[in-house]
């Protein structure tokens, strides 16, 4: 009998650029990303999807890559936070962090700012959340991002620093 | 928005290129991880490696029997892989070892340990056999204190209080996980390291391995997060020296989220009976504070919740102790303001309780009370600003409205309440050395080995070194973070500001003197000023020195479900000169947000049966998430203390989880009316005494 199989060729696009790689079928597109493409903005804070330090974009929707497997992801499209900035111009998110000290450690940061990038697509679209009013609207009408809004979409990423206050202010002046 | 400089670093932390401990991966790098003891006390039998060693990728199983020798140290939480001894239930009893990440978690599953349990005690009991009074508690002063007679000036109060408060196991869960990146080198060390300081964990392993410190680099560039469970050296750091000498690879080491709770410290569960005896006008005669608390049977760590009491309010006669039981239970350490923000949390709700049964506003209460010396030494407080908090935060607040009637506001079925308590946290400062340098062309390098754990250290220290050589700050470039510089303290005590800035400034000074004795001609190699401040700071002050303030909480409890909705948290603050106000207010807003968890949610459970903490993830301890946390403001008042430091800073990292607890608790029985004791307010303890507003 041969051996099982345990490795396959994958091929992640991220921030533009194709990787192709073999990888482990247990390796995670957080441990792709950071131990076999040396991209570390993406945050390892509990491998369990319970912090969302690891979260990126997913062809185009935020995700926490540590649960995600690389292999079952092969051609996906993934912007993590060193995609964000235009060369040298930071993304607007970034921007706002670092104006209104959105972060402390800065362990917990690249996820916030993709998760951001990914809610305000969200509420974009019109996708409510457990404070959207009823009466919002129909679907596909955007939902206006409030305080409690950005709070409560912002509740999957854990700081410990403490920094939610600033976070909040900072998105709350790119979305304003 | 402040004006103040924005963190030096903080692009590299928004752009994601900052990289901590565990994103350095030296060419040739294998994964380790840990094995935990799965029983509560006993000896390992024997340790089967076969099915993991099988596993493809597999380098080495280190065990007790083969992994290298380790001489004694204080801290005996560091000994490990030594002997057959498992003192607590998660103590490390083996190290997986491959050569990718998956491989070697696939090998830590396979290790096979037989143990010869024994009959373990782990639960904290207020009459507990083991039970003993400690030389002294933690920052080394001692653990019990009477002055005059408490018991007579008690007996004697015409109003009195007598309750007891009790807090479980806190953990400090910083969102880096402890992790270490390590290599030797032609006998050399090398350590990428999650640590809030790496000269200790530089000289900490050296006495571990019986080397030179000169052999050993200790790297702390970027640092996820401490909250004190980073202070000291921690498992990681020696695994991972131990598994790169083993394999003669470089090991990257990173602690699992899940065995965090059994390995890294945390604040011990306290009991913590308050007396508090007054007169009719609410002074205080007598005060008792008796703490009960745990350690474990490896490290005695006794959690010093007194010393607030030895330091806040008028208090003749007095007496204030610490009782530990050595448990078969992970060894508790620093968290946040050990000592401080537990013992305030009894001495706050206890100061409420105070003012209820004398029918003082508790405002008014703690200004009666207010001291100018501090009470156990009779020393005057070099700067003592607790009532221009109070009186500030009341006027911010809108205190003068509330109706001081427990429960006498409602909004449908919502109970609103509001609560007040005092913060207080003393200056520690501790030697530090540094060196300021000038090149030829004039630009300015500051070395210092601090570590800015998202304090802004780094940033302040440039601002600290360009006032004191009188240039702009784009000028001075600072070098932080490694143990190849001037060795300096740790981020810890909320002395680092202080005591890497004194340093800095004195070495900055130093080097201005040698510039001018040059004529302002700067030779072409340049300059280098070293600086040390061992014998500036006083091993006996003529001062008391702390830092205090005041915050204000308004909540909403639910009669339903009996959850407690923060509306309002507001803090006044006076802690000396704020030096930078941008990453000041973070400082005192992150902490006030730890203290909302301490308050609302935080809490571990110790399991009787198995020993150990049953909530070890993020998903069942919980931390303060986003939506938890809204309308939270820090205020400061500007203080101008000459006894402090050339910079006139006091630390400012911990003060904001001082009194966050007991103020959110003093409101939560403002608007119920029930006095819960026991933290974290969850809604199964309101829910018994509530009912609906009719």
């Known amino acids: ?176 | 928005m402040s004006t103040d400089p924005v963190r030096l670093e903080g692009r590299e932390k928004v752009t994601g290129s900052a990289r901590y401990a565990a994103e350095h991966t030296p060419p040739g790098t294998a994964y380790a991880w840990p094995v935990p003891a799965t029983v509560a006390l006993g000896r390992v039998l024997s340790v089967d490696t076969g099915a993991a060693m099988a596993e493809p990728g597999a380098l080495a199983v280190l065990t007790h029997e083969n992994a290298p020798r380790l001489k004694d140290v204080e801290d005996r939480t560091l000994l490990v892989l030594q002997n057959d001894r498992v003192p607590h239930r998660g103590w490390y009893v083996a190290l997986a070892v491959a050569e990718t990440p998956e491989a070697a978690r696939a090998m830590a599953a396979a290790v096979r340990v037989a143990y010869a349990p024994e009959e373990h005690d782990a639960v904290l009991t207020p009459e507990h056999p083991r039970l003993y009074f400690p030389e002294e508690a933690n920052s080394g002063i001692p653990a019990c204190r009477e002055r005059g007679d408490f018991d007579g000036a008690y007996a004697r109060a015409p109003v009195r209080i007598d309750a007891t408060y009790t807090l479980p196991g806190l953990h400090n869960h910083p969102m880096e996980p402890h992790a270490t990146t390590a290599r030797w080198e032609d006998g050399r060390l090398f350590a990428h390291d999650s640590c809030q300081g790496a000269t200790a964990v530089q000289e900490t392993l050296a006495a571990l391995f019986g080397m030179d410190k000169e052999r050993i680099t200790v790297v702390a560039e970027h640092v996820g997060g401490g909250f004190g469970c980073k202070g000291t050296p921690r498992p990681q750091v020696v695994l991972a020296a131990m598994a790169a000498r083993h394999t003669g690879r470089p090991v990257k080491a990173v602690l699992p989220r899940a065995q965090l709770a059994a390995v890294v410290g945390h604040r011990p569960p306290l009991i913590q009976r308050m007396r508090l005896g007054a007169g009719e006008d609410g002074v205080i005669t007598a005060l008792a504070h008796e703490v009960t608390t745990q350690t474990s049977t490896v490290r005695e760590f006794v959690e010093q919740a007194a010393a607030p009491s030895r330091a806040m309010y008028v208090s003749l006669d007095s007496r204030t102790t610490h009782r530990v039981a050595a448990l078969d239970v992970p060894s508790p350490s620093w968290m946040r303001a050990p000592g401080e923000a537990s013992g305030m949390y009894a001495l706050e709700c206890a100061m409420d309780e105070l003012a209820c049964a004398a029918g003082v506003d508790p405002v008014e209460l703690r200004v009666r009370n207010d001291t100018a010396t501090y009470p156990d030494s009779g020393k005057p407080y070099s700067s003592r600003h607790l009532v221009e908090c109070l009186r500030e935060g009341a006027r911010r607040f809108g205190w003068d409205a509330r109706d001081p009637r427990p429960r006498s506001r409602t909004e449908g079925r919502l109970l609103i309440g509001s609560g007040v308590a005092s913060s207080f946290y003393p200056v520690y400062l501790m030697p530090s050395s540094a060196q300021a340098q000038v090149t030829g062309a004039g630009r300015y390098r500051i070395r210092v080995n601090a570590t800015d754990i998202g304090t802004g250290a780094r940033t302040v220290l440039a601002q600290i070194a360009a006032e004191a050589l009188g240039v702009a700050q784009d000028l001075v470039a600072v070098e932080i973070g490694s143990s190849a510089l001037p060795a300096a303290p740790l981020a810890g005590g909320s002395a680092g500001t202080g005591s890497w800035g004194w340093a800095v400034h004195k070495a900055c000074r130093t080097l201005v003197g040698m510039i001018d004795e040059r004529g302002g001609t700067l030779p072409t190699d340049g300059l280098t000023a070293t600086a040390d401040t061992g014998e500036d700071i006083a091993s006996d002050p003529p001062h008391a020195k702390a830092s205090f303030g005041a915050q204000f909480a308004e909540v909403a409890v639910d009669t339903d479900t009996g959850e407690v909705r923060l509306r309002r948290l507001l803090g006044v603050f006076a802690a000396g000169r704020v030096l930078n106000a941008r990453t000041g207010r973070s400082q005192f807003i992150g902490g006030m947000t730890m203290g909302v968890g301490m308050a609302l949610m935080e809490g571990s459970t110790m399991d009787a049966r198995f020993g150990d903490f049953a909530e070890r993830d993020l998903a069942s301890y919980h931390v303060p998430a986003c939506a938890d946390v809204r309308g939270i403001e820090a205020h400061w008042i500007d203080e101008h203390d000459p006894w402090l430091n050339p910079m006139g800073s006091k630390g400012i990292g911990e003060i904001g989880i001082v009194g966050t607890a007991a103020a959110i608790a003093n409101a939560v029985h403002h608007a119920t009316g029930v006095r819960v004791r026991d933290l974290p307010l969850l809604p199964e303890k309101l829910l018994a005494g509530l009912e609906r507003p009719r």
């Open chain 1, 1 to 176: 009998m041969a051996a099982p199989q345990t490795t396959s060729p994958v091929t992640l696009h991220v921030n533009g650029v194709a990787h192709r790689r073999e990888l482990d079928h247990r390796t995670t597109v957080l441990d792709a990303l950071r131990e076999h493409l040396g991209l570390t903005g993406a945050k390892k804070g509990c491998d369990h999807a319970q912090c969302g330090a690891c979260t990126v974009l997913v062809d185009g929707r935020r995700a926490n890559s540590c649960l995600l497997l690389a292999v079952a992801h092969d051609g996906a499209e993934i912007t993590t936070v060193e995609g964000l900035a235009d060369g040298d111009d930071l993304h607007p998110l970034q921007a706002a962090f670092l104006e209104h000290d959105g972060f402390q450690c800065g362990y917990c940061t690249p996820g916030q700012i993709c998760s951001a990038v990914g809610m305000i697509a969200e509420a974009g679209e019109g996708a409510p959340s457990h404070v959207t009013p009823l009466a919002a609207g129909p679907p596909g009408v955007p939902v206006p991002l409030s305080p409690d809004e950005i709070r409560e979409r912002m509740s999957g990423n854990l700081c410990r620093c403490g920094a939610y206050v600033n976070i909040v202010a900072a998105i709350g002046d790119v979305t304003r």
